[in-house]
């Protein structure tokens, strides 16, 4: 039931488009933590096991990981994930730099929306 309640509240936090990339990034960031360390609650035999669940939640666990470090270059900051607090100073708008962290965080917000898909196909 906890998980089905922590599966319904991902897409909600996800849903929040009006906000600035890094705003939507910590969000998933935050959702993510939670939804993983649900799942590895619920499947104590990770990461030992080799079923196709526990490869998927490695995956998925990866791919937060990389969006940590994305969101970490695109705010030039040491701990993105550490608080929804934390100062965000992304090069200037129009320049090569900027697009290029815009692009790498984008990227991997998409990335784990893919791999967090494929680990609630894996649960069910």
Same mark, same amino acid.
């Given at each position: 039931?906890? /998980?089905? #309640?922590? /599966? /319904? !509240?991902?897409? !909600? $936090? !996800?849903?929040?488009?009006?906000?600035? +990339?890094? &705003?939507?990034?910590?969000?998933?960031?935050?959702?993510? #933590?939670?939804?993983?360390?649900?799942?590895?609650?619920?499947?104590?035999? @990770?990461? %030992? %096991?080799? +079923?196709?669940? @526990?490869?998927? $939640?490695?995956?998925?666990?990866? %791919?937060?990981?990389? $969006?940590?470090?994305?969101?970490?270059?695109?705010?030039?900051? =040491?701990?993105?994930? =550490?608080?929804? *607090? *934390?100062? @965000?100073?992304?090069? =200037?708008?129009?320049?090569?730099?900027?697009?290029?962290?815009?692009? &790498?965080?984008?990227?991997?917000?998409?990335?784990? #929306? /893919?791999?967090?898909?494929? $680990? #609630?196909?894996?649960?069910?």
């Amino acid at each position: 039931m906890r /998980l089905r #309640k922590l /599966l /319904l !509240l991902i897409p !909600l $936090l !996800l849903l929040i488009g009006c906000q600035p +990339i890094e &705003r939507q990034a910590y969000n998933t960031v935050v959702a993510s #933590k939670a939804f993983l360390d649900s799942v590895k609650v619920a499947h104590p035999e @990770c990461p %030992a %096991a080799t +079923i196709t669940l @526990c490869s998927v $939640l490695t995956r998925a666990t990866a %791919a937060k990981d990389v $969006l940590i470090d994305a969101g970490e270059g695109y705010c030039n900051v =040491a701990q993105f994930d =550490a608080s929804d *607090t *934390t100062p @965000c100073n992304p090069p =200037a708008k129009g320049t090569p730099a900027y697009q290029q962290v815009f692009d &790498r965080l984008q990227s991997a917000m998409s990335i784990y #929306k /893919l791999t967090e898909s494929d $680990l #609630k196909g894996a649960i069910q």
